[in-house]
């Protein structure tokens, strides 16, 4: 599946669409608008002439306690992480640090979710710029295979996480599955796409790709970190 002909491949890998269709068209249209709306006009002349305000105190602090525990995670996994950990590597008191989440488990899931924003910006939002069908598909499979590699070392959260709270219900495995379901959902949904443009059969399962999609890159992260196998990632990508 190297271009974008119409053909009868179970298995290509290219991701979303082109802006400016339906929002019942785009699962990532409502993301966008939300994400990049532009602000709110200003009707005050002086206020365009006073430098604009920094970012409060608090959460530029949070922010800072975030970044530290998201680098933590993904070596030592969520369950690595402790209030007192991160008041040693960001020079910070336990209780200056408790004070910003109150708990470590509102601390895990900030990390989720702090994860799977970045998760968006490398890899959802530039393959939806694409055009729709296998074009788009593609490069949403590119650009999370890239970022795979990127983690060998360091580590997936999603993964490390799964393998952590898999058994354990409460809101830190219930924020673990949103994400990763709202990424699948995307993925299912660039494929209906590429079959609606006539890129893919009509007779292909969105769900079947999307499980070999995501089982490929999920082999790909087990042999590369795990086995340390030359070639993972070329492999990935045949």
């Not at 290219?14 to 993301?31: E, H, K, N, S």
């Not at 989720?112 to 970045?118: A, N, S, T």
């Not at 074009?135 to 060998?152: D, G, N, T, Y």
């Not at 830190?172 to 890129?199: C, K």
């Amino acid at each position: 599946a190297r271009s974008a002909a119409p053909c009868k491949i179970a298995r290509p890998f290219d991701f979303l669409v082109r802006p400016a269709i339906p929002a019942a068209d785009d699962p990532g249209r409502a993301l966008n608008e939300r994400r990049l709306a532009p602000a709110e006009p200003v009707n005050d002349a002086s206020a365009l002439r006073r430098p604009p305000r920094p970012l409060q105190k608090g959460l530029q602090t949070r922010a800072t306690i975030i970044e530290a525990a998201l680098g933590l995670a993904a070596n030592k996994g969520l369950e690595g992480l402790s209030i007192g950990l991160l008041a040693e590597v960001t020079g910070m008191s336990k209780s200056g640090v408790f004070a910003h989440f109150g708990s470590r488990e509102e601390l895990q899931i900030s990390v989720i979710r702090d994860y799977h924003v970045k998760f968006e910006e490398e890899v959802f939002l530039p393959a939806i710029r694409e055009a729709r069908g296998l074009p788009r598909l593609r490069a949403m499979f590119e650009r999370w295979v890239r970022r795979v590699s990127f983690e060998i070392d360091s580590g997936c959260i999603y993964i490390s996480g799964a393998v952590e709270f898999d058994d354990r219900p409460g809101p830190v495995r219930d924020a673990l599955a949103t994400m990763v379901q709202t990424w699948q959902d995307a993925l299912t949904r660039s494929i209906q796409l590429a079959i609606d443009e006539g890129h893919l059969s009509g007779e292909t399962s969105r769900e079947q790709l999307m499980f070999e999609i995501h089982g490929l890159t999920l082999a790909l992260h087990h042999d590369s970190r795990s086995l340390r196998n030359p070639g993972s990632v070329e492999r990935a990508r045949l």
